[in-house]
């Protein structure tokens, strides 16, 4: 019997399938998304894709599914009731944040809202000081007290943060029990379980925000089960986080936070898949789609992380892929200010009405308008076979932009192109030149519906000498997903010097996580053989206040081993700031591991050899200030030994790739267009 | 030449680009925590002829200094007198700056012989000398005491550093690492940007760069017009106070009009105090930043920062007065409240042309709180943090509760960073019920912090706000003003000024508050479900809801009675 995996991905306006057979057959669909029930989109599309297959469910062995529920949730102010419990003197700490304005000069951007209300903060009396000693133990009378007003608040899930909590938990714990006796209805969310790291407000902030989705996602994930579970895949579902990696839905339910930015995390797995097929290790994703885009840099095959993320200006700190998100995308709107100067975004059109070409009563042009008339676009072949209107671009266009401006229409979409690109170009220098990288040294995979469409031109702005379009620019982020093995993180705060002493505290508490993190996966049913360790340790130059990760895996101990991670820190600050303070107190910070439980590996496909593609047919596409016929090349057709000089596009179902003049692509094994920018000029 | 539009707005993207790389190579290499995490600094590229062209400030503050520092070196080294490699450094605040520790250096760019564009940056040093640590004496009466004074030097000179000057500054300065380490922070900083400038250069052409680095500026100028044609034409008048200098406690006037007429803003000071004994006197530098800020703000809060703006608004600052004082007055305090004052004044005279544009006051202090003293382990510690306060309230909104207003918007220390690090056991740290100033939209709540001293130590308060009010618009009310409380060992209870140092004994808790913003328009027009909610939150009192917005509720916080007249009425 063939075994497969499945992938499904839910985004704003799709929901993207990809079903992947153990010989490397891959099916892909789309369906689209139903918000107000994001199952139902899910549930449907699973039945279509493995109906129309013919793959029976028992053959489903994983099916790996990244949901945006929880996102959802905080974004649009929809999570949960919650209350927190927190120390007395300290209720304001969540609305204070760091007592920063959003905006230096707009008075009306306000400071977030935190998914919890001041009226369900309830303070308790306790303290732990900051080295651990307890000063004031909670007494039990006012626990009962609390869990009487939590109750009577009618909240649906619990916070609790505590001060210094990271270094003693053992109030939390105390809490945490006697409400989960008191209230064996409610979630109960303590913050040395989820984050034990310092800094309050940003540990409150995440605790929160996970009380804030538990009871939906535990939700989601229950109908999903029931719906599933009936067809015998229930037991093989896992979901993204934001890690890159996937959890169990035991652990999703219970940390449900972990999820909140795994959105484009599935980009940036295809993008560690197409570095480890390619051989072009050194790689920037750019996924653009209709409102926003999402960048991450690749070094050497390995993503960058962060523990700095926030979602909807609130803070969420555990740890994620550090992907750049820019607010430009197809529907971003063309507008001219009041000094006369054409600008793009941050404004979209979304998806509903869309853009003008749409017909949907859109009015403001937008980029897709601006490729539109240039040709770029194919007026029927448009995402899933919607029919644009040309006439209502140009006219869109015209009135808004170019007669304001003194353009013809032409250059004045060329022009819409040339902005959005500015602000794309910006976002790129911000992961690469920015941390210390040379965006020369890379390869631009593009894709999403928008990205094949921008790719050569941001490449030859930034000096990319490669641009990769995987074979399905539209599901790429599914794709990806494929590839995700299960991941747990475990972070600890420890603040000393780093001398020989601390270094041996640092490796015995690596290796009590080490052991936590054997019991959980073999808990989700891995072998110790097939999980992998990555040990770090956060450090910085005593007195700053920013750290870097440093590995510490194996090495030796002891003073060597305090030597061997000074120079690794020495090294990599230089990397990152450009200069190293030899012979300065070293500090360490916080300790972290990373469990991964190896799924099975997963095998891609490759095109039959020859088959280069059939003739294209010509189409006028605007370039540089001038219209050319030039060869319109269907994607379905592009064989491995295809190959075509620039300019040229290549058109599929849900995007469109522009290769321009003095460009040279062909097509890889894996059906990668590879384009050589700028690499030879044109014959 | 024919400008493009399009061309226009990528050469601006990627003129802010490099200004914003500068940036970041700054606070990523500097030592100070100034710098690398409050970004007390600015970066920005300019015209050969010193005119700004593109800024990344982190602080508004910067905002009037970056756009005159360039053009005042020129005067000392002319632009056809500099070569490749050579860095000029400047920080006395007569010939342009705010105050001592913001140290400027600034660099030209040369393609070829030809210099191209000027770049340049700001800091602010953790100690340039002085009597006091810090280089911000409370009580200095001269310059002289409050550090060192760079005249526009050669800090590199085609490609060399200068170290014979260096050695010099090292040895007036307590932190010399530190200022080493931010020094050569600022000159890679430089070459960050002057090198992507170059490449801007090569790639457009000098010619084309050159254009288009002017249109970007006229371009700030034609938007920022444009904004001003939405303020109806006319004179407005403001004055508000600074509650002593530091030396006496006597009321300091800031007076302003305000004229929006037919080719900008022009804002004249006269009638302000005259410059004062203590370390509160305002540079020009300083004023400019103020009346920038709040003219941005309320007509076109996205306008990129440029010599456009200051081409649009003409300021009027009398000469030997407390917005343009004479050498040899100090000047270090002025950022903490002296600009905040200024920016409030500002805003009050606009208030009258354009109600629903402005805010009413807001906390109208930086709130500088400093502790210092030996740990148990006999170690030198010293705590400095800047309190937020309550935002004021605007049309339709309220104010935020426990921000930084106006001039400064620097990130506070965790509770928990703060009891690692320090001697201090922080007992409460929240927001203050009823401190936001009454109205149909509330001003923001002020903040409260409350340390315990687990040894013995010298603390030092400066705040402002504290007899006078931050003044609401419309019919708002006023918000709570500031206080300050000290918490003996015995539990004697003293109430203390806005401005103090003194030695305080371990187990003293000090309690400071900072005031909450003015409201807008009347609190009987407050909606009674926003008056409820405010209750239930705790951010007003029951009876504060019944007094000032005329709202009774009942025990169960429903609305029962709605007094919407006069208080007498009642």
Same mark, same amino acid.
């Given at each position: ?160 943060? %505590? ?152 803070? %969420?700190?555990?740890?994620? %892929? ?53 040709? !770029? ?62 965006? !020369? ?45 299960? !991941? ?83 090294? %990599? ?111 | ?570």
């Amino acid at each position: 019997m063939k075994v497969y995996r499945l992938a499904v991905d839910t985004g704003g306006t799709f929901t993207d399938f990809c079903l992947l057979g153990e010989d490397g057959e891959l099916y892909i669909t789309k369906e689209p998304s139903t918000p107000d029930d994001p199952s139902r989109a899910v549930l449907a599309g699973i039945d279509k894709i493995l109906r129309e297959r013919r793959v029976g469910f028992a053959q489903v062995g994983l099916l790996l599914h990244g949901t945006t529920v929880a996102t959802n949730a905080i974004l649009e102010r929809k999570g949960a009731r919650v209350a927190l419990v927190t120390t007395k003197g300290f209720k304001d700490v969540i609305f204070i944040g760091r007592q920063n304005r959003p905006h230096l000069y707009n008075f009306r951007a306000l400071k977030p809202d935190p998914p919890v209300s001041r009226d369900t903060v309830f303070e308790i009396g306790e303290r732990i000081t900051a080295d651990g000693s307890v000063s004031l133990k909670p007494r039990s009378a006012e626990v009962e007290a609390i869990a009487r007003k939590i109750k009577e608040n009618g909240a649906e899930s619990v916070a609790v943060c %505590l001060l210094h909590a990271y270094i003693n938990p053992a109030h939390e714990i105390l809490l945490k029990k006697a409400l989960e006796r008191l209230l064996p209805h409610l979630f109960v969310t303590v913050s040395s379980e989820l984050l034990p790291e310092f800094r309050e407000y940003e540990r409150t902030s995440t605790t929160v925000i996970n009380a804030a989705v538990r009871p939906l996602i535990d939700g989601y994930i229950g109908r999903l089960e029931a719906a599933l579970g009936s067809e015998g895949v229930g037991s093989k579902l896992y979901i993204m986080q934001s890690n890159g990696g996937v959890i169990a839905t035991a652990q999703a339910r219970e940390q449900s936070a972990r999820t909140v930015l795994s959105g484009p995390a599935g980009g940036v797995l295809a993008g560690l898949r197409l570095a480890e097929l390619t051989g072009y290790r050194n790689l920037i994703t750019a996924d653009m789609g209709g409102t926003s885009m999402d960048i991450c840099l690749i070094h050497d095959g390995e993503p960058r992380f962060s523990t700095e993320g926030m979602i909807g200006g609130c803070p %969420l700190r555990l740890p994620m %892929l550090d992907i750049h998100t820019i607010g430009a995308g197809g529907g971003s709107i063309a507008w001219v200010d009041g000094g006369g100067a054409l600008r793009v975004g941050p404004e979209s059109a979304g998806a509903v009405p869309g853009p003008v070409c749409y017909g949907q009563g859109g009015t403001e042009p937008t980029v897709t308008d601006a490729n539109l008339v240039l040709g !770029r676009l194919d007026p029927a072949g448009f995402a899933g076979g919607r029919e644009l209107q040309p006439e209502l671009a140009v006219r869109s266009i015209s009135e808004k932009i170019a007669v304001r401006l003194g353009l013809t229409v032409e250059q004045a979409a060329e022009g819409i192109i040339r902005v959005v690109n500015a602000g794309m170009v910006r976002a790129i220098r911000v992961v690469s030149v920015e941390k210390g990288y040379d965006p !020369r040294d890379f390869t631009l995979a593009a894709f999403g519906g928008a990205g094949p469409l921008h790719a050569v031109e941001l490449a030859r702005e930034l000096g990319i000498p490669r641009v990769l379009i995987p074979p399905f620019p539209g599901v790429t982020s599914a794709w990806g997903m494929l590839s995700a093995d299960v !991941r747990r993180d475990y972070s600890q705060t420890y603040v000393a010097d780093l001398t020989a002493e601390a270094y041996a505290v640092v490796k015995s508490r690596l290796a009590q996580m080490a052991e936590q993190g054997i019991k959980d996966l073999e808990r989700d049913g891995f072998g110790v053989e097939e999980m992998g360790f990555v040990s770090q340790v956060d450090l910085r130059y005593k007195g700053q206040s920013y750290e870097l990760t440093l590995h510490v895996q194996g090495g030796p101990s002891g003073e060597a081993g305090v030597e061997a991670l000074t120079e690794g820190f020495h090294r %990599l600050h230089r990397r990152h700031y450009g200069y190293r303070r030899d012979g300065a107190t070293l500090e360490v910070v916080t300790l972290r591991l990373a469990v991964t439980g190896r799924l099975p590996g997963m095998k891609t496909g490759t095109l039959p050899e020859g088959g280069a593609s059939s003739a294209c047919e010509g189409r006028r596409v605007y370039l540089s200030g001038a219209y050319r016929v030039v060869p319109v090349c269907a994607r379905r057709q592009v064989g491995r030994d295809w190959a075509v000089k620039g300019p040229a596009v290549v058109s599929q179902a849900d995007s469109t790739t522009l290769i321009w003049p003095g460009d040279r692509a062909r097509c890889d094994r894996w059906g990668n267009i590879i384009i050589e920018t700028g690499c030879c000029r044109e014959g | 030449m024919r400008v493009d539009p399009v061309t226009l707005e990528v050469l601006r993207n990627a003129l802010q680009s490099a200004a914003e790389e500068m940036g970041v190579t700054l606070t990523r290499t500097a030592h100070s925590p100034n710098i690398k995490d409050r970004r007390d600094c600015s970066t920005a590229v300019y015209t050969p002829a010193g005119e700004l062209v593109a800024q990344a400030e982190h602080i508004p503050l910067h905002l009037g200094l970056m756009p005159a520092v360039v053009k005042k070196v020129l005067e000392y080294y002319p632009v056809e007198n500099l070569e490749p490699g050579d860095a000029v450094i400047i920080n006395d605040p007569y010939i342009s700056g705010s105050h001592l520790p913001d140290v400027c250096i600034i660099s030209p760019v040369f393609v070829g012989d030809a210099p191209v564009a000027i770049v340049a940056n700001l800091a602010h040093h953790v100690d340039v000398g002085g009597v006091a640590p810090g280089s911000m004496s409370t009580t200095a009466t001269e310059i002289f005491q409050e550090g060192i004074r760079i005249p526009p030097v050669k800090i590199s000179s085609g490609g060399r550093l200068n170290r014979d000057l260096l050695r010099v500054l090292a040895c007036n300065v307590r932190t010399a690492d530190e200022f080493y380490g931010d020094i050569h922070a600022q000159l890679s900083a430089n070459e960050v940007g002057g090198r992507t400038v170059k490449e801007l250069a090569e790639k457009w052409g000098t010619k084309t760069l050159q254009f288009y680095m002017r249109e970007i500026i006229d371009y700030a100028e034609r938007r920022f017009r444009a904004a001003l044609r939405t303020i109806p034409r006319g004179t407005y008048r403001f004055s508000d106070y600074l509650e002593g200098d530091g030396i006496t406690g006597d009321l300091i006037t800031i007076a302003a009009g305000v004229e929006i007429n037919d080719v900008g803003v022009r804002v004249d000071f006269t009638g302000t105090s005259p410059q004062v004994k203590g370390p509160v006197n305002a540079t020009r530098g300083v004023t400019l930043a103020c009346v920038y800020f709040a003219v941005k703000a309320v007509a076109d809060p996205d306008l990129p920062s440029s010599e456009g703006i200051a081409r649009v608004v003409e300021v009027i600052t009398p000469h030997g007065s407390l917005v343009n004082p004479v050498f040899p007055a100090p000047v270090a305090h002025a950022n903490i409240n002296t600009a905040q004052r200024i920016a409030d004044v500002i805003l009050g005279a606009l208030s009258q042309a354009v109600p629903g544009r402005v805010t009413a006051a807001g906390t109208g202090s930086m709130s500088n709180f400093t502790i210092g003293g030996r740990d148990a382990r006999g170690r030198y510690y010293s705590y400095v943090e800047t309190y937020g306060g309550g935002q004021g309230a605007k049309q339709g909104q309220d104010g935020m509760d426990g921000v930084h207003v106006n001039m400064t918007n620097t990130r506070n220390t965790p509770v928990e960073v703060i009891e690692m690090n320090y001697p201090l056991l922080v007992e409460r740290y929240g927001l203050v019920r009823d401190s936001g100033g009454p109205g149909e939209f509330r001003g923001g709540a002020g903040l409260v912090r409350e340390i315990t001293l687990l040894e013995d130590a010298a603390v030092s308060v400066s705040t402002e706000r504290n007899a006078v009010k931050p003044w609401g618009l419309e019919g708002g009310h006023s918000g709570r003003n500031s206080g300050c409380s000290i918490k003996m060992p015995g539990g004697a209870v003293e109430q203390a000024t806005g401005k103090f140092t003194r030695e305080l004994p371990k187990g003293a808790t000090i309690i400071l508050e900072t005031a909450g913003g003015g409201g807008f328009g009347s609190p009987f027009a407050r909606a009674p479900e926003a008056v409820r909610r405010d209750v239930k939150n705790g951010l007003v009192s029951s009876n504060a809801a019944f007094e000032e917005y005329g709202v009774a509720l009942n025990e169960a916080l429903e609305v029962v009675t709605e007094v919407r007249s006069k208080k007498s009425d009642v």
